[in-house]
């Protein structure tokens, strides 16, 4: 199965991004001006952390429309993936039911907290601007000197969190849209998939093709000999482009193929893999 199947689509990525910069046009637009002191970029700063509803209720609007669009492109990946595998009518009528029903409690959680950090950002900038400053008046460096960087580092600030967003909470929507269809399908397993480019981190790259339960998340770090950082799925921690492939299919997986238990990596046959995940009798 092509790791595309799964994947949100960059223009939704790209389109968060855009959405969530233009939000906050007006602090980009004052430290864009020469004359512009640190002290009026945190006054722009404090007007909109001093409304929060304002920038939830903005938020909600991008994360619904993001998640959206996801729910839509992940649809057309369930439906792709289930023709493949012969299981299109069972797909479609979960699909249908969703259309009648609505996307659920996990939809209406990705935008409560997707609104919720898109609101958390000029909070973020105020906090990394003031340690800044701190450090500058530390070196004992000039206050125009101060300015000119504090009016350099706000646009850079603000479009990186913009980005870090767009990125990483579009990978966590897919992903959770993802497991919610496959347990609606008793689909309990899924291959992680990376992107195989040299921007995967080296951890990730351990569980390329890796077969996973949803019910047993692993932790990449630790398999790395890491410091682990958590126990996750595929597009559930930071700028991580890796993509959770549901296993509607045995006959696509290459077997023996590497299976993760228990904190462990195991190579195993389909017979053995049949033997341990439940799937006996239900095997394409």
Not at 33 to 50: D, H, R, V, W
Not at 185 to 213: C, F, N
Not at 235 to 260: F, H, S
Request: proline share 5%.
């Amino acid at each position: 199965m092509k790791i595309d199947l799964f994947s949100p689509h960059r223009r939704i990525e790209l389109e968060v991004q855009r959405s969530i910069e233009k939000l906050f046009a007006e602090i980009l637009k004052v430290s864009a001006k020469k004359s512009t002191t640190p002290k009026e970029i945190q006054k722009i700063l404090e007007k909109f952390i001093n409304d929060p509803l304002y920038l939830e209720e903005m938020g909600a609007r991008i994360a619904q429309r993001m998640v959206t669009h996801i729910s839509v492109s992940n649809a057309r990946s369930w439906s792709a993936a289930a023709q493949k595998a012969g299981r299109g009518r069972e797909i479609y009528g979960l699909l249908q039911r969703e259309m009648l029903l609505g996307t659920g409690s996990r939809v209406h959680a990705l935008v409560s907290e997707n609104a919720k950090l898109i609101a958390s950002i000029p909070e973020k900038i105020r906090e990394e601007i003031n340690n800044e400053i701190a450090d500058m008046q530390r070196e004992g460096l000039r206050h125009e000197t101060i300015s000119e960087h504090i009016r350099k580092r706000v646009p850079q600030i603000t479009k990186s969190r913009a980005a870090l967003i767009a990125r990483t909470e579009s990978g966590k929507a897919s992903t959770a849209l993802t497991q919610a269809r496959s347990e609606d399908l008793g689909i309990e397993w899924y291959q992680w998939a990376t992107s195989e480019d040299q921007r995967v981190r080296p951890s990730h790259r351990i569980m390329d093709k890796v077969l996973v339960s949803w019910t047993d998340p692993p932790s990449p770090e630790a398999l790395d000999r890491l410091p682990s950082v958590g126990r996750y799925a595929p597009g559930e921690i930071y700028n991580c482009r890796c993509v959770a492939l549901p296993l509607v299919d045995l006959n696509v997986i290459a077997w023996p193929a590497v299976v993760y238990m228990n904190g462990s990596l195991r190579r195993m046959t389909r017979a053995q893999f049949l033997d341990i995940s439940g799937m006996q009798g239900r095997a394409a």
